[in-house]
Nanobody, 114 residues
């Protein structure tokens, strides 16, 4: 059974940075396009960035130039480097495949506030 475990969130001031990590169990990690999703209170969970098996990336417009997604297939881990954080980035962040298969874990809370 595949399970993802997200970590690295926290409280940061506007303009700050965080690096999220997502470790996956199971042997299918390298077979899929992977994505970081986020869900703010009262809103649906939406994809923020994705990375293909070959390393091609996609970002939603609001995070382009600020967030960077990467993956290490040898470590079964996908990362999200977040710079120049804004209050509107506040959310619980999850990782899963693209499209989602429900492998996400408990998520990691990111709060951007002064």
């Amino acid at each position: 059974q595949v399970q993802f475990v997200e970590s690295g969130g926290g409280l940061v001031q506007p303009g700050g940075s965080l690096r999220l990590s997502c470790a996956a169990s199971g042997s299918i990690f390298s077979s899929y396009t992977l994505g970081w999703y986020r869900q703010a209170p009262g809103k649906q969970r939406d994809v923020v960035a994705r990375i293909s098996r070959g390393g091609s990336t996609y970002y939603i417009d609001s995070v382009k130039g600020r967030f960077t997604i990467s993956r290490d297939n040898a470590k079964n881990t996908v990362y999200l480097q977040m710079n120049s954080l804004k209050p509107e980035d506040t959310a619980v962040y999850y990782c899963d495949t693209i499209p989602p298969r429900g492998y996400w874990g408990q998520g990691t809370q990111v709060t951007v506030s002064s």
